[in-house]
């Protein structure tokens, strides 16, 4: 992949933004109206209630003859009207029958879109429907299609018909942040088994492939989990590690921003659940295998990719400008970046909002509602970007948010500037400008021979061809006009990639980003990028692929943020020192994190936020599309999650996997704990 500025424009219609006024309210009992797509809606409609076909021979009267007595004339006007009459009993007869039709339509007729728009008012007692009823609700199906009694023929036969039901089984207590890895243990977490909604496929004769969707029980995994961490930080020395580990075991939450690679080979190398047979497989969540293109072609085992950001938690979103001058809310990490299954993000995320859920004490149906307005505002968003491309420029800012990251937003525009930033972390001195090397910054001196090799990096032809080349406001890199002042090495950041080589560049030159008075010097922050999580996880075919893509993990990273964001960073880009690459990008003066998620106890309050953590989600895979038209990311999210009973299941199930999952979390967090008392106290 090149790295360009945007993916191809959406040939399609008018621009519109994601709509933000949705309210909870709405969402629950307005869905038909977001999900009835005009090429849908005449789907509804049967054959047999069009408009007569008056020019069918089959359907004329007949008619006398001219030419007949006045017997023959009154038999044949007598015959006439009887043949009258009884043609229009026959139309109202059959009226009647395609009135009941359609009426009656229930999800077992191979066109479900009304099942849908019933299933999405309704998603909620879907959801809640006690099994008993369920079971006689299949057996009222039964006796009205005269199916057989036999389990195995009901299940042959009804491969186009049944609904998929989802079984949710009650939790005995909840895991919350605080309690004990015993208390944990006596969690029965919904051991859920969901069955597939069976969609034909038209290309295999109606053949159903998707699998059924099996939630993992948590279960204590110490030695799994002791070993990836150990595996990740081989080689490092042990005071070190110790001070890693302190913050990384300090809570669980803490704990969930350091599981990257823990989570990777859970979801995208199937080890969740493996010894349970219970592996997550991320085509069964949106049927990929039995779904199609609107031509009936079937869709590939990447149709469900796009760029993710790979480690999409509530702690890797923040504030920042962007090269519209814009103070922006949006994602702001990418070292975990890949052009992957959609679901990595989407899970990753979920079981935060849980996590944070919990932590904020709310009950476990106001998570599940958070979730739920997660899901739906996903999937809205999504749709809403069919026909236009305003997913490349929509960002949420202080005029677009609403409710406490609206008033975040205002808060950074009023207090953060280049100013600040440059007092921060430089002080004027007889040879210049130069950073502060003190613990409020925590910059440190950088050795003589690293200092060289940085600077002898960044030229026209290293760093320079690694920048955008094009676009709005891209400069890219000329020898002549930028000037390196001083190089220094930051401590102590992060934490998944805590400890990891880091270093501040401080660049004199006319900035046309943040082009604010006199002061023409921009922080750059170049950091060292290690193996990522996606790459320890690929098989060959997909390791291959990357390589073909991707110079270094540093290419991957910058590609990642330019095909993530708008008006993306025009320092963007990566350097190697010593054989090791670097990503290089702009330290944004208006750089700053969203810590009022803690202070959230109002779960309506709580749901707006998630919202629009959906939004920038939803936009950012919009955006990152690999695919071309008519195939993009988009596109198939519309195919695969437009419609209502499609969408509520998989909704159903993102939100039981990230409840599940989020027990896991809290036992491994136990086992690491434990782990990091005996070994590095």
């Known amino acids: 992949m090149s790295n360009i500025e945007r993916p191809a424009a959406d040939e399609e219609a008018p621009l519109i933004a994601p709509p933000r006024e949705i309210s909870i309210h709405q969402r629950r009992h307005n869905d038909e109206d977001n999900y009835s797509l005009p090429s849908e809606l005449s789907s509804l409609v049967p054959s047999t209630l069009t408009p007569m076909n008056y020019n069918n021979p089959d359907m004329h009267c007949h008619e006398s003859h001219p030419s007949g007595s006045s017997r023959d004339s009154i038999s044949s006007r007598k015959a006439f009207r009887l043949a009258a009459f009884l043609a229009i009993l026959s139309i109202a007869v059959l009226t009647c029958v395609d009135v009941v039709y359609f009426v009656g ?77 015993d208390d944990a243990q006596e969690v029965k977490s919904q051991d859920t088994d969901v069955t597939n909604s069976n969609v034909a496929d038209s290309s295999s004769g109606g053949a159903q492939k998707s699998r059924e969707v099996r ?25 070190f590690l110790r001070d890693k580990y302190k913050i990384q075991s300090s809570d669980p939450n803490v704990f969930y921003r350091a599981t990257a690679l823990l989570f990777w080979q859970d979801f995208a190398a199937g080890m969740w659940g493996k010894n349970q047979n219970k592996s997550i497989v991320f085509d069964d969540l949106v049927m990929l295998n039995d779904a199609t293109y609107e031509d009936g072609t079937p869709m590939s085992p990447y ?25 922006v809310f ?39 509602g958070s979730l739920e307005a997660f899901t739906y505002m996903y999937v809205k968003t999504v749709i809403n970007y069919v026909g236009n491309d305003m997913a490349l420029v929509y960002e949420l800012t202080s005029q677009t948010s609403t409710g406490v990251l609206r008033d975040f937003l205002n808060d950074v525009e009023n207090k953060r500037s280049k100013a600040a930033q440059m007092e921060k972390f430089t002080d004027r001195t007889p040879d210049g400008v130069r950073f502060t090397r003190d613990d409020k910054t925590r910059l440190v001196d950088v050795p003589a021979e690293i200092d060289d090799k940085i600077r002898a990096a960044f030229t026209s032809t290293k760093y320079g061809s690694s920048m955008m080349k094009m676009g709005w406001k891209v400069r890219g890199w000329d020898d002549d006009f930028f000037k390196i002042v001083d190089i220094a090495r930051r401590l102590g950041s992060g934490v998944g990639s805590y400890g990891v080589d880091r270093f501040y560049v401080l660049l004199k030159g006319k900035d046309e980003l943040l082009d604010e008075g006199d002061d023409s010097h921009v922080i750059l ?20 692929w990357y390589a073909a893509m991707f110079q270094s993990e540093a290419d991957r990273v910058a590609q990642a943020q330019v095909a993530l964001t708008s008006y993306t960073d025009p320092y963007v880009g990566y350097i190697y020192i010593d054989g090791a690459s670097y990503n290089v990008r702009q330290r944004s003066p208006y750089k700053d994190s969203f810590d009022g998620i803690i202070d959230i106890k109002d779960h309506r309050v709580f749901d707006e936020y998630i919202e629009q953590i959906a939004i920038i989600t939803a936009t950012a895979h919009v955006r990152g599309t690999v695919a071309k038209s008519p195939g993009q990311f988009k596109h198939n999210i519309k195919s695969l999650l437009a419609g209502g009973r499609n969408r509520s299941r998989w909704s159903n199930l993102v939100s039981q996997i990230a409840l599940s999952y989020h027990d896991q979390v809290h036992l491994d967090f136990e086992c690491f704990k434990e782990y990091v008392k005996s070994n590095f106290s």
């Not at 029980?217 to 020395?237: D, I, L």
């Not at 469900?304 to 480690?311: I, L």
């Not at 060292?528 to 291959?544: F, G, K, M, W």
């Open 303 to 327: 149709s469900a990719y796009t760029w993710v950001t790979g480690d999409q938690h509530l702690s890797n979103f923040g504030a920042w400008r962007n090269r519209g001058k814009e103070v």
């Open 330 to 368: 949006s994602i702001n990490d990418f070292d975990e970046a890949a052009i992957f299954d959609f679901h990595i993000d989407v899970l990753r995320v979920a079981v935060s909002i849980a996590s944070h859920g919990f932590t904020n004490g709310l009950t476990l149906d106001q998570i599940k």
């Open 215 to 239: 939630i993992p029980t948590p279960e204590k995994r110490c030695a799994y989990v002791v070993n990836t961490f150990e595996e990740q930080n081989k080689g490092e020395e042990r005071d």
């Open 525 to 544: 922050d170049v950091k060292y990028e290690p193996i990522s999580a996606v790459s320890r996880v690929l098989d060959d075919d997909t390791r291959a």
């Open 105 to 181: 339509l229930t999800p077992s007729e191979p066109d479900k879109n009304v099942a849908d728009l019933q299933t999405e008012r309704s998603v909620e007692a879907v959801v809640k429907e006690p099994k008993s009823d369920k079971k006689k609700n299949n057996n009222k199906k039964k006796k009205r299609h005269k199916k057989t009694d036999n389990k195995k023929e009901d299940a042959a036969a009804d491969d186009d018909e049944e609904e998929s039901e989802v079984v949710e089984t009650e939790r005995v207590s909840d895991i919350t942040d605080g309690k004990s890895v």
